[in-house]
């Protein structure tokens, strides 16, 4: 499918042209499980801009006769949690090694303080 839209796959029109749904295809070539599917940062923000107009379509089986398509309305409205697996370590660590060098120029600066 070719990438028209940042954060977005499909652009679903009423009869006057005007867009009702911007929807996002997930699939899955199993059981959509705990592992569920991932959006990237502009698929999230779209969403979050379209609130109940953007739906996250997710396609479980895809690559079988017996697809199942279940359609979620605002995702990025609905969502109560987030979770981190474990490929956060190399961001975690990216993260560490940029504030240790940011908190080293601070102290070179005399910009620390003591809170105590």
Do not use: C
């Amino acid at each position: 499918m070719p990438k028209n839209h940042t954060g977005y796959d499909i652009e679903s029109k009423d009869r006057e042209g005007k867009i009702v749904r911007y929807i996002e295809v997930k699939g899955t070539s199993g059981a959509w499980g705990s592992d569920g599917v991932g959006v990237t940062a502009p698929e999230f923000e779209a969403a979050r801009t379209h609130g109940e107009r953007y739906w996250l379509y997710v396609v479980e089986y895809a690559d079988t006769e017996g697809a199942v398509l279940h359609r979620v309305r605002d995702p990025a409205g609905t969502v109560s949690d987030f979770f981190f697996d474990g490929g956060w370590r190399a961001v975690a660590a990216q993260q560490d090694r940029q504030d240790s060098s940011s908190d080293s120029d601070d102290i070179e600066n005399g910009s620390v303080e003591n809170s105590d």
